[in-house]
């Protein structure tokens, strides 16, 4: 299992190195991350959610989906209390703490959980990931966004329309009635979905190389939030993991899910609401590197 996730790892190093490459070559524009941002969200990734959920529906699967949907829920709740209790023992104001909060919380679940899952558990796997990404949508675009904006409003319509919202329900409709999408349609979405770990690595690795490492890592408040996403969180939600998630494909994935970098929605909405975007940026690219390293070692431990 480690040299699984080891080779996974270094595979998307490879991808981050050409978008590295393709900036050291001025062959990027920032406009590029738009179309791709477009591409990943509201295309690739829907598609690779909506191919999960074309399995056989059986009772081994319907119960792995109910265990994990109860599983995320609390993770992600005890999460939440985590990240606040982090950023307040390291001492973060305002909207820093706030940013602190969300981006202990909702990591990159499949952008780089994707291949690294299918390699592992295959489509079981899969159906255990986009569960755990739909109840973390569910937060992000409520407690979440409640927290980015400092505000107790919900944003409601905003997560009925996010595409992988959709996509999950829609392919949960599929799977439960068991209404087989038609092989065209079957290989686009598994050929579309295989995108989105490539392209979100090259632009990781364009972003990442448009800043000084040494830089980054001189930096006090980025040294801690690595400290703690990377290495404090992982530590502390394996040993209750492996006490209360007997299943041990979703107590897996939801190391996994612990272990990764901070996810580049964070980002985004850092921006919108706190004008913090360039800090979330350089939290999610120190993750993401630092994340070859741990998440082979997590998966060891």
């Known amino acids: 299992m480690t040299t699984i996730v080891l080779n996974e790892t270094i595979i998307l190093l490879f991808y981050m190195a050409v978008g590295a490459f393709l900036n050291f070559k001025r062959k990027y524009h920032p406009s590029v991350n738009v179309f791709i941002g477009y591409l990943l969200t509201n295309i690739a990734l829907p598609a690779a959610i909506l191919n999960s959920f074309q399995v056989e529906k059986t009772t081994e699967v319907m119960t792995l989906m109910r265990a994990t949907f109860g599983y995320s829920f609390i993770l992600l709740s005890v999460t939440l209390l985590v990240g606040l209790t982090i950023a307040t023992l390291f001492k973060k104001k305002d909207s820093f703490k706030r940013l602190w909060i969300n981006c202990l919380t909702f990591s990159n679940i499949l952008f780089i959980g994707i291949p690294i899952v299918e390699k592992l558990y295959g489509e079981q796997g899969l ?56 092989f065209p349609l079957l290989s686009f979405t598994k050929v579309m979905g295989g995108m989105t770990a490539p392209l979100s690595m090259v632009i990781n690795g364009v972003l990442f190389s448009q800043n000084n490492f040494i830089q980054l890592l001189l930096d006090k408040d980025n040294l801690q939030f690595t400290l703690a996403r990377s290495i404090i969180v992982p530590l502390l939600f394996i040993p209750i993991l492996q006490l209360i998630v007997p299943d041990k494909m979703i107590l897996g994935i939801l190391t996994l899910i612990v272990a990764m970098p901070t996810g580049a929605l964070n980002a985004i909405l850092a921006e919108k609401y706190g004008g913090n975007g360039n800090k979330a940026s350089q939290y999610i690219a120190l993750t993401t590197v630092i994340s070859m390293i741990t998440l082979p070692v997590v998966m060891l431990l």
């Open 127 to 182: 159906i255990i990931l986009v569960v755990y990404n739909t109840v973390a949508n569910l937060f992000l675009f409520t407690i979440g966004m409640m927290i980015f904006s400092n505000s107790r409003k919900m944003a409601i319509r905003q997560m009925l329309t996010t595409p992988a919202l959709l996509a999950a329900v829609i392919g949960f409709l599929f799977f439960y009635f068991e209404i087989h999408l038609p």
